[in-house]
């Protein structure tokens, strides 16, 4: 199982780079959107070392600051200033994205001052959830010409690979725990609620929403009286991997050892592993099975 998941990373790696030289051959001129977390330093590191330098536009309330050490082209703009990141963007001549990055659902609640495109956008939603959100901005950055690439464009290798991961394979029970969570997630990610269950013994302990994963364990933790539990985290249904592609780092297996979680089950092929060596070294040695899951 392991020289599987070693043959495609190996297959991924060799698809992005072929993607990645027509692109540079067809004089396109990329842009990282970024948010908050590892992602952006990590599309940012995998772009550079293929030979493309991006503009790196950095949200302020949520890009990390020690980005600016990183990029050699970056600006920095508030979540509401939409008008003028597309103003940027065609003074740049981008014509490729990448959105890298979490924006958290309640900076919608926070004190943040849209512009009027953002209010005008916002005004005309029905919906008011992260796919719609999203995919409103998408549409106006296409409407200009400017196509939003695969978020894991650069970083095939991190996607988790079908199968057993780590050392240790789930037990009878897990495997139902498992069974039992994604029939459940797959569900409520279809309703764009979240994309994470925390499962002990058939029994749903949490259900993710704006929290994100790791206080959702946390939260599971909290209410389960010390039971075993099993994480399991999907795709969307139809899943666009141009936005929102699920993402699991090394904090996310801290967070379960010390919540007694003993499985973290995860979409193959439509899950980035941040950091992906020290997550299943770390994994193995807290006794965590990681494993990839296909329908």
């Not at 020289?3 to 027509?22: N, Q």
Request: aromatic share 4%; glycine share 10%.
């Amino acid at each position: 199982m392991k020289d599987e998941a070693t043959k495609t990373g190996a297959d991924a790696a060799g698809e992005a780079a072929l993607e990645v030289s027509a692109a540079k051959a067809a004089g396109d001129c990329y842009a990282i959107i970024a948010g908050n977390g590892r992602f952006p330093f990590l599309v940012l590191e995998a772009a550079v070392q293929r030979g493309i330098e991006p503009l790196v536009v950095a949200i302020k309330e949520e890009a990390f600051p020690e980005l600016g050490k990183n990029a050699r082209q970056i600006e920095w703009l508030s979540l509401g200033e939409v008008a003028r990141l597309l103003e940027l963007l065609s003074a740049r001549g981008i014509n490729k994205v990448v959105l890298a990055g979490q924006v958290k659902h309640v900076q919608l609640y926070s004190s943040i001052k849209p512009d009027g495109v953002v209010e005008r956008t916002l005004n005309g939603m029905e919906r008011k959830n992260t796919d719609a959100l999203i995919g409103a901005f998408v549409g106006m950055l296409e409407a200009r010409g400017i196509q939003v690439v695969d978020s894991t464009l650069f970083l095939k290798p991190l996607l988790a690979a079908e199968g057993e991961m780590t050392g240790r394979a789930p037990d009878e029970g897990e495997l139902a725990d498992i069974a039992y969570g994604r029939e459940i997630a797959r569900k409520i990610a279809g309703l764009d609620i979240g994309q994470t269950i925390v499962v002990a013994d058939r029994a749903c302990v949490a259900i993710e929403a704006m929290e994100g994963t790791d206080a959702a364990i946390e939260r599971a933790a909290g209410l389960s009286n010390g039971k075993r539990l099993v994480v399991v985290k999907v795709s969307k249904p139809q899943q666009d991997m141009r936005f929102d592609v699920p993402v699991v780092g090394v904090r996310t297996i801290r967070v379960m050892k010390r919540s007694n979680a003993r499985v973290l089950a995860v979409d193959a092929g439509r899950t980035l592993l941040f950091e992906r060596e020290q997550l299943i070294l770390e994994a193995n040695q807290a006794g965590i099975s990681v494993i990839g899951m296909r329908d």
